[in-house]
T-cell receptor, first 113, second 112 residues
Framework: GAGVSQSPSNKVTEKGKDVELRCDPI?????LYWYRQSLGQGLEFLIY????????KSGLPSDRFSAERTGGSVSTLTIQRTQQEDSAVYLC???????????FGPGTRLTVT | DQQVKQNSPSLSVQEGRISILNCDYT??????FLWYKKYPAEGPTFLIS?????DKNEDGRFTVFLNKSAKHLSLHIVPSQPGDSAVYFCAASGGGADGLTFGKGTHLIIQP
């Protein structure tokens, strides 16, 4: 595709439910990143994939968060037992290689009620 | 501890004048710096970047200056246009992190 796409664009869920967010990176980009932006804050780095592997998962806020990437392409970010503090915009980005310009998707706005 | 700081939450500039957005960083291991522009309900859009081996990079109306000794960078937009009104994020790469480290952003408002 022409750019990074994310789905859904908006998600409202009840506290305690699980959610799954999807990211389709730019074709050929080997590096994929997840960030989140809480209200009034900058972007907070969550996790990075080089190919299908994530070398370091320590940026994930808690063990309720997990992410995977398959086929070197699509990635999913899963949040289990959502809490109100998980409400944020979750952004995915991809780049040709690590530490190069990253191109962002439009984000998924998650609201936990 | 914020490693990338944008101390001006907002900036108002008259159309046609120069906009100067500032950014400071604390991690001396950062080796690549980027500016992103963000409109509401959209993801950040890459604008311009600079490697730590340079002190200036220019692209059309946008110029980024890097002062490594002061750990400071700035984005100059000249002339400023109404479409430049957006939130601008400074970001840094390296320093041991896998992802980019972002500042909190500066909301630039171009006045007609």
């Amino acid at each position: 595709g022409a750019g990074v796409s994310q789905s859904p664009s908006n998600k409202v869920t009840e506290k305690g439910k699980d959610v799954e967010l999807r990211c389709d990176p730019i074709s050929g980009h080997t590096a994929l990143y997840w960030y989140r932006q809480s209200l009034g804050q900058g972007l907070e780095f969550l996790i990075y994939f080089q190919g299908n592997s994530a070398p370091d998962k320590s940026g994930l806020p808690s063990d309720r968060f997990s992410a995977e990437r398959t086929g070197g392409s699509v990635s999913t970010l899963t949040i289990q037992r959502t809490q109100q503090e998980d409400s944020a915009v979750y952004l995915c980005a991809s780049s040709m290689r690590q530490n190069y310009e990253q191109y962002f998707g439009p984000g998924t706005r998650l609201t936990v009620t | 501890d914020q490693q990338v700081k944008q101390n001006s939450p907002s900036l108002s500039v008259q159309e046609g004048r120069i906009s100067i957005l500032n950014c400071d960083y604390t991690n001396s291991m950062f080796d690549y710096f980027l500016w992103y522009k963000k409109y509401p309900a959209e993801g950040p859009t890459f604008l311009i970047s600079i490697s730590s081996i340079k002190d200036k990079n220019e692209d059309g109306r946008f110029t980024v200056f890097l002062n490594k000794s002061a750990k400071h960078l700035s984005l100059h937009i000249v002339p400023s246009q109404p479409g430049d009104s957006a939130v601008y994020f400074c970001a840094a790469s390296g320093g041991g992190a896998d992802g980019l480290t972002f500042g909190k952003g500066t909301h630039l408002i171009i006045q007609p």
